[in-house]
């Protein structure tokens, strides 16, 4: 056992429960004082070197059941996890320039949700993985439900009826597979060993109720109707969409378990899955166009990432897999930035929407995209930042969405160039919507001036697009940690195809 | 040495009572008193079975029972009280406010 | 050579607010001169270079899994004969372009912001020059098309400019779909994506037998690799506005002059002909995608040509006649004469950088007026550039010894010769014929619209009220430089008659490019007939212009608008039917999608949704709220338990 990669799951949460000893004044101090050190502990697992199995810990849990406390890291798991530690503590940040008094319980709830993103993405054993799964869901409903818009409340339930009902079908799988595969506990190892033994008729319906699980967390059409609504109603710093996109981990759901517990169902029904995520891609790029809400535009514009980051899943392609992993790490870094700033937007919009009417009326003209135009006249550092994050979105090469986007799309062509092809307009239509809505807020006669970045919007914008760039140019880093992974994970397929 | 069976039937009849008054008392002093006695029949039971079999695990679960029992009234009785300071009233009908 | 520009682009970004004006000119104007000292020692170092070598430098990994055999694809650069000749032009008229634009941009707000995106622009033009893969060259592809959507948005307060830099964008987006369609091809047949190893792939580099289905093809399956050529060429039409992704060159016009002379005329629209060159090996093996290439060149030639006769606008004029020399050249690689194509890429880069920057001093004389209609007698006004724009308009419309009429002859000499068609060794094939007539009718139109070009804006009357004063030497000077390369500069590529060694072009690059060995030899006097119509076509198109234009400016003010006329000015409405077929259609999807997804999708959840509670709903009545209810029911629930326990036996 060691404590290292405990520590680095499980402080977060800890410090979101002495934060509420903390005075209120200086809990958002406190609060990103822990995430930074919580990233402190991730730097170090990465700078210990690739034998990440010494941070791995095995315990019992219900020594009855066969459950255990099971965690550990890979390349892969810690890069995602890299992610979500860096962009915690810098969405926290940014929401402290925004604390009207009234956000006390933000911290802590943001806190709790990166301990359970954190140990989605450590989990070996699949009971622990469904509790951290689904256990992280609570705090984002609270923050949803807390510090939401009017229609909080649809929006809320929508998502829980989902979530819940897929993580229950997932739920069953997990169980189904443990018994038909007369493996004794819920170890990824050890069901992995058993698991060949069902019959396929079997090992389909398991695979569907992981798949539906994932396909929601995903989200992957048609389970996605959660996410618009999810994103339109949040908090409008943007803060707490950040943490929803980092918790879109149905991907690595997918990659983790779905992929090597079942490859011969992925493999032989592979178009059907991949027909699915490449039309999810087309389809939310496509319906992004017609909105006219900055987070529905983004939310539609994260589905259409998540059906590339399935289909790459889905092509059992080693770069297409890769790719996948990729995205959805660096998705993390630019999608979340992109809320940021669209809620750095919102605070400027806000105070030109003055007049008597309520202030949801306001809020919802201050998110219109196109009411205000031309704002690269008077903030022309904070159109460059807002561009090139949008060209990191949309897969312009040379900047960190390119690898990812283009390895998937690499990779599916291999299994399936038709597919494959579909998926490839995606890359016209992002670019429509993309700089559509670009143009329409920052190009054009201006119609208002306002305040450039703070120095405080600088803080948080600097490190992302240093990222952003970096990792688009240099992603060898990247690369070395993720590519192990995914060739042992090669091995199972390819065993599974012969 | 008195026979089991009777610790049992003084059970049966303490759980009754207390049963019966649960359904029939209004006030939620009564009430909880009575939920005592039908927790209590229940460790008699346990007790008289303990000593019947020879066995000293029930009787550590009664201790157990017990200091949780305790526990239990302290809650329950500040409960009951703050209920009676906001309302001025322990009778239960009135309290039906949770209602679906 | 790539590390210059980028210095100066950062430096700009971060300090060009504190530069005075003309420092960060300057700053960038001398990144881009060291870096063609870069290139002109490179080009030196490759002179010596052997057949099928480069310099190589690889350095960290990139791209997972996509280098073969299951390694990574690695950051890689490469310069051989084809690359460091572009890099040439590059930097070379790149700089040129630079210095003009010191004086063009003069007074202008975001002046270093303009230099930032030009230093930006050169240094991934270089990055797709110098890239030793397809990805890389895809980074500098995409990173060129950045660059195009800023600086043609470059005053992005006007709605038409922002929108012509958005649609530019969006339509190369198209084009670098079906490039990325045909890298993926590329890799699933031959396993990787690095160009020389692409190469190599073919076996030793001159093997090319055109017509004859080699070994190596069958085992990679040849219609693969012709579907592959045929993605490469629609992603290179994307870039080099060609049929029919032309449609946003001419738009691209919005942007400040220098851009359209440096990206929309001399190097970034060429990338498309750069990109089949330096894929020739594969079109080599591709007779069906090659003879594609060809004919989509000679559409757009015949297209932009007749698209430039009847534009007013001096700058849309110039982006026609690019659209149709860009044909020009997608005929000459599409014949399977790649150094003709590139050759025809650098004397028109001399040329048409001249003519760009000779309409930005004209514009910048007339205080920003572009119509020609208001233009003519501009020559008394300005002496220099009237002179460099002659002897520009005279190169482009291929009047003998100008470095124009060089690389035409040899287009219109491979039209003829080409192998991939139904030519023979000996015998000109008739679909050859067909093709040669196509080119010389366009060079003939040429000659026409360029000279009606010159002669609108130079000769006859002033027809406008500005007044127009000669520019700055900081101007004029580049524009002579330009003129004397485009006098000069296609005296590298004479033709053979000439004697054996008169061409320098065409050894030099034939050691990188394919060389269709099916050509057709032309004999005797065959072999000057490629000359002869292209001198006849000059003639000719003078008189049509002249006939037409030399008149007095009331009539040319009161051109009656007839078919040909406006079918001509509106380019022919392709603009409209694209935006009648694609354009509305797709929007209007995009409304009915979102729609059905709020309304269908998620209407079905939300009805699920009440479903569920409505049912739930029903058993409320359960939790009545009191509390000896609750009571009952547990003692109804412990007796039925204990009921059900004794009916079954208790064991």
């Known amino acids: 056992m060691n404590w290292v990669l405990n520590a680095f799951i499980f402080l977060p949460l800890v410090a979101a429960l002495l934060s509420l000893a903390v005075p209120k004044a200086a809990r958002g101090k406190f609060a990103v004082f822990a995430g930074i050190a919580n990233l402190a502990i991730g730097v170090y697992i990465w700078l210990s070197g690739i034998a990440f199995d010494k941070f791995s810990t095995v315990i019992d849990w219900l020594p009855g059941l066969g459950v255990k406390y099971a965690v550990s890291t890979d390349g892969v798991s810690l890069l995602l996890s890299l992610v979500t530690a860096l962009m915690v503590p810098i969405g926290l940040y940014y929401l402290t320039s925004r604390d009207d008094g009234k956000l006390s319980a933000f911290y802590p709830l943001a806190l709790a949700m990166e301990t359970g993103i954190l140990g989605i993405f450590a989990a070996r054993d699949l009971i622990l993985f469904y509790v951290f799964f689904e256990g992280t869901l609570i705090p984002s409903l609270f923050l949803l439900g807390r510090y939401g818009r009017a229609a909080r409340v649809q929006a809320l339930t929508t998502m829980a009826l989902y979530t819940v009902f897929g993580g229950l079908l997932m739920l069953v799988s997990i169980i189904g597979t443990k018994l038909l595969s007369g493996s004794p506990t819920f170890l990824l190892e050890d069901l992995l060993r058993g698991v060949r033994q069902i019959p396929e008729w079997q090992q389909v319906w398991l695979f569907l109720g992981f798949l539906v699980a994932f396909a929601v967390k995903t989200p992957l059409f048609p389970m996605h109707a959660w996410l618009p609504e999810f994103h339109g109603q949040n908090h409008p710093s943007g803060v707490a969409d950040l943490m929803g996109t980092l918790y879109k981990v149905g991907g690595y759901g997918l990659f983790r378990f779905a992929l090597p517990l079942f490859p011969d169902v992925a493999n032989n029904y592979q178009w059907i899955w991949m027909l699915l995520a490449a039309f999810t891609a087309i389809y939310g790029a496509w319906i992004a166009f017609a909105q006219t809400d900055f987070k529905r535009l983004l939310a539609y514009s994260g589905i259409s990432h998540m059906g590339l980051v399935a289909l790459g899943v889905f092509s059992l392609h080693p770069a297409g897999s890769s790719g996948a992993i990729l995205l959805l790490a660096f998705q993390g870094i630019y999608s979340s930035a992109l809320f940021l700033v669209v809620g750095m937007l919102e605070r400027r919009f806000i105070v030109l929407e003055g007049g008597d009417e309520s202030k949801e009326k306001a809020l919802d003209r201050a998110l219109e995209i196109g009411r205000v135009r031309g704002l690269a006249a008077s903030a022309p550092a904070f159109a460059g930042v807002a561009l090139l994050l949008w060209f990191a979105s949309i897969g312009v090469p040379g900047l960190a969405g390119f690898i990812g986007e283009y390895s998937i799309l690499l990779g599916a062509y291999q299994a399936n160039p038709w597919i494959a092809a579909i998926a490839v307009t995606t890359v016209i239509a992002s670019a429509a919507f993309a700089l559509t809505a670009y143009q329409k807020t920052w190009y054009e006669e201006a119609t208002h001036s306002v305040a450039d970045l703070s120095r405080r919007e600088w803080t948080v914008l600097v490190p992302i697009v240093a990222l952003v760039v970096l990792f688009g140019v240099y992603s060898a880093p990247a690369l070395e940690l993720v590519k192990p992974v995914v060739a042992q994970l090669y091995g199972i397929v390819l065993e599974a195809k012969k | 040495m008195v026979e089991t069976s009777y610790y049992i039937a003084l059970a049966g009849i303490l759980f009754s009572i207390g049963a019966v008054g649960f359904l029939m008392r209004r006030s939620v002093i009564q009430m909880f008193l009575c939920v005592e006695l039908m927790l209590n029949s229940a460790n008699l039971v346990l007790v008289a079975f303990a000593r019947a079999w020879g066995n000293l695990e029930a009787q550590t679960a009664v201790f157990i029972i017990l200091t949780l029992a305790a526990a239990e009234v302290a809650i329950g009785l500040a409960i009951i009280v703050a209920i009676f300071r906001k309302r001025v009233s322990t009778n239960v009908d009135e309290l039906s406010s949770l209602k679906g | ?651």
């Open chain 3, 1 to 651: 050579m790539i590390v210059p520009p980028l210095v100066g682009w950062l430096l700009l970004i971060a300090f060009g607010k504190r530069l005075a004006e003309p420092t960060s000119g300057y700053v960038a104007s001398g990144m881009i001169l060291l870096s063609f000292v870069m290139a002109v020692l490179g080009f030196a170092g490759t002179m010596g270079l052997a057949e099928g070598k480069q310099w190589h430098v690889q350095l960290w990994e990139f791209l997972p899994f996509i280098g073969g055999e299951g390694k990574s694809l690695h950051m890689g650069f490469a310069l051989d004969q084809l690359s460091s000749l572009m890099t040439l032009i590059i930097t070379g008229i790149g700089f040129l372009i630079h210095v003009f634009a010191i004086g063009y941009m003069h007074g202008d707000s975001g002046f270093s912001r303009f230099f930032a995106y030009l230093n930006f622009f050169i240094a991934f033009m270089l990055v797709l020059v110098l890239a030793d893969s397809l990805p890389i060259l895809f980074i500098g592809w995409e990173g060129v098309g950045v660059a195009s959507f800023l600086l043609i948005g470059f005053w992005y307060k006007d709605f038409n400019n922002s929108n012509a830099a958005r649609k530019a964008f969006i339509v190369n987006r198209v084009g670098d779909a079906f490039l990325m369609l045909g890298m993926f091809l590329l890799f699933k047949e031959f396993g990787t994506l690095n160009l020389h190893e692409l190469r190599e792939s073919f076996g030793s580099i001159n093997v090319p037998l055109v017509g004859q289905v080699t070994k190596n093809v069958v085992a990679f399956g040849a219609p693969g690799l012709e579907l592959a050529c045929i993605f490469l060429l629609l992603g290179a039409a994307g870039k080099s506005a060609q049929l029919p992704l032309s449609t946003w060159l001419p738009d691209a016009m919005a942007g400040p002059t220098p851009v359209s002379a440096l990206i929309h005329a001399a190097t970034m629209v060429t990338a498309g002909v750069y990109l089949v060159a330096r894929n020739s090996e594969l079109f080599a093996h591709a007779p069906v995608a090659s003879s594609w290439v060809a004919w989509v060149g000679a559409l757009t030639a015949v297209y932009g040509a007749v698209s430039a006769i009847a534009q007013t606008d001096i700058k849309k004029i110039l982006a026609y006649s690019t659209v149709s020399q860009l044909g020009f050249m997608f005929v000459a690689v599409g014949c399977g004469a790649y150094w003709v194509g590139i050759f025809h890429v650098l004397t028109h880069a001399f040329f048409k950088a001249l003519l760009f920057l000779s309409s930005g001093s004209v514009i910048h004389a007339l205080e920003g007026e572009q119509d020609v209609r208001k233009m003519g007698g501009l020559r008394g006004a300005l002496p220099t550039t009237h002179a460099v724009s002659l002897i520009g308009t005279l190169a482009i419309m291929g009047v003998p010894l100008l470095s124009g009429f060089f690389s035409k002859d040899a287009i219109l000499e491979s039209a003829l010769k080409s192998p991939f068609f139904d030519g023979s060794k000996d015998a000109v094939g008739s679909i050859n014929i067909l093709l040669f007539a196509v080119m010389v009718i366009v060079a003939t139109m040429t000659a026409a619209y360029m000279w009606r070009w010159y002669v609108l804006v130079f000769s006859g009357e002033y027809r406008g009220n500005a007044h127009p004063h000669e520019s700055g030497a900081v101007m004029t000077l580049p524009l002579m430089i330009l003129a004397v390369l485009s006098v000069i500069g296609g005296w590298i590529g004479l033709p053979h008659f000439l004697g054996k060694n008169a061409n320098l072009i065409e050894p030099f690059l034939e050691k990188v490019s394919a060389n269709a060995k099916g050509m057709t030899e032309l004999k005797g006097i065959v072999e000057f007939i490629p000359l002869i119509c292209s001198i006849i076509a000059v003639i000719a198109g003078y008189f049509i212009a002249n006939y037409f234009y030399r008149r007095d400016g009331a009539r040319i003010m009161a051109e009656v608008p007839n078919g040909f006329g406006t079918a001509s000015r509106n380019a022919l409405f392709l603009d409209k039917v694209y935006d009648f077929v694609l354009g509305n259609p797709s929007r209007v999807a995009a409304v009915f999608f979102g729609i059905v997804d709020k309304s269908g999708v998620q209407g079905g959840a939300q009805l699920l949704g009440e479903q569920v509670s409505e049912a739930g709903s029903s058993l409320s009545f359960w939790q009545s709220g009191f509390a000896r209810g609750y009571g009952v029911s547990v003692l109804i629930g412990t007796v039925a338990l204990i009921a059900f326990l004794i009916v079954r036996g208790f064991a």
